[in-house]
């Protein structure tokens, strides 16, 4: 007996002329994400900071975006050897450990 298939959503490519200005402002549930320099962070103090992610994020329930964060990591962080050697092959990760290389950061 074939085993059920999951429903799974069908994937539609962004199309290369989309106007992401016009879908934005034309769509109610949509909104440009926050973005803020990291540079930005050393004239805030941490608790200003946690104030922000509060209101922001946790109460607000959006995105925030602090540019230039990646180049404070350290690069070996989630690579593809950091992903196996912390979270192996077994489950959901273990099937997919061939494509892993398109799910992690390139720090390059």
């Known amino acids: 007996m ?6 799974q959503a ?3 490519p962004i199309p290369p ?4 200005s016009a879908l934005v402002e034309n769509t109610t549930n949509f909104d440009y994400v926050t973005r ?5 962070l050393k004239e805030h103090s941490a608790q200003s900071l946690e104030k922000l992610v509060l ?3 946790v109460i607000g329930g959006k995105p925030l975006v602090i540019e230039g964060w990646e180049r404070m990591l350290d690069a ?5 050897i950091w992903l196996r050697e912390n979270y192996g ?3 959901k990760f273990g099937r997919d450990h061939r494509k892993v290389s398109i799910l992690t950061v390139d720090h390059s």
């Open 2 to 7: 074939p085993s059920p298939s999951h429903p």
């Open 10 to 12: 069908q994937f539609v």
């Open 17 to 20: 002329d989309l106007d992401l």
């Open 76 to 80: 070996g962080l989630f690579s593809p």
């Open 89 to 91: 092959t077994k489950g």
């Open 55 to 57: 209101l922001h994020v």
């Open 36 to 40: 803020l320099p990291k540079e930005m």
